[in-house]
């Protein structure tokens, strides 16, 4: 019976290994094995090496996450009180024109001239589906409680990820699924369907998730080709430019109180995807996005002391079901990921 030394897989007894190399046969004893070993132990590696984690870049990523949620929910408040007020398609247009307004320095600055037909494809395809999720986001914002606009919301990386194995051709696990069952119970949790009837801001909410997922994975298939300003500059005016038709037909002199609060709707916005980017580069995901459930609790807080709404308990249990499930399917991402980039011990034998 062979045993095998816990560190470099050595023989505790000499192994006889027949190597039909030239009609010969080879008696490789413990201490041959040894000694070549050693000569190259560094490439004996059974396991991934560990990831040390830097407690303060940890404790700098909690804190920029904890103000993007503080952000986003700023930004879900706007929306709420001037889409209550002024057509719907029209806010979202002024929203994406003044954000376009605000980026379009750094999108020139890294233009690389005329995209390729098929980049130009993905563009374009982007710019539609992801102008048509957000006049759906509006338009939910306008009709039910910004808690539950927010907690529907967290479903979208769950689409995220069954997008991914049919489009980008990635491995939908056994484990990954349970996660994404999880999280479709968690969005069953919080409308409560055959319980409630659902209304019209829901089911547009609903159909948001899946556009803004798609809009994702375009995404990632875009930062093969195009640098990072000239994805989100496109993005931006394309949406603008999706957005005029609908905001002409139903188009109204909007007041300056209205223009002052889509500035500032844009401004955070803007600020809010730089502060996410921030939490993401300082601390591990398993850190950060258990923290983007806050968002749900400065939601709640904002739709009680602005606009009167209450709490729904099921809206909260949900919530924590989405964000467990979407947490556990981003920790398994990192993992077969980071199994991906160090090669297997046989690999590297060589």
Known sequence: MIRWSHKLLIPSKPLIILLLRQ??????????IWNNCTERRN???PHPPLVHVNPVNTRHGIFWMLLTGLIFAGVTGIVRYVGSNMPVIEAAFIRYAIGTLMIAPFFLRNWKGKPERATLKLHIV????HGVAVILWFFAMARIPM?????IGFIAP????IGAALFLGERLHLRRLFGVMAGFVGAMV?????????NLGQFAQLGAAPLFAASFIIAKKLTARENSSTIVGVLSLGCTLTLLPGAILQWRPPTSEEIGWLTLCALLATAGHFTLTKAFAAAPITVTQPL????LIWASAIGIMVFGEPIDPYVVLGSLIVVTA??????REIQVRRRAQTPPAVATKV
């Open 147 to 151: 808690a539950e606009v927010t907690a």
């Open 190 to 198: 919080i409308i409560r369907p055959g319980f409630e009837e659902i």
């Open 23 to 32: 009609n010969s046969v080879f008696t490789l004893s413990r201490e041959s």
């Open 43 to 45: 490439t004996f590696i």
């Open 326 to 331: 979407v947490t556990y399917i981003s920790h």
């Open 126 to 129: 982007r710019s539609l589906i």
């Open 292 to 295: 983007s459930f806050l968002q």
């Open 158 to 161: 769950i689409f995220v990820t």
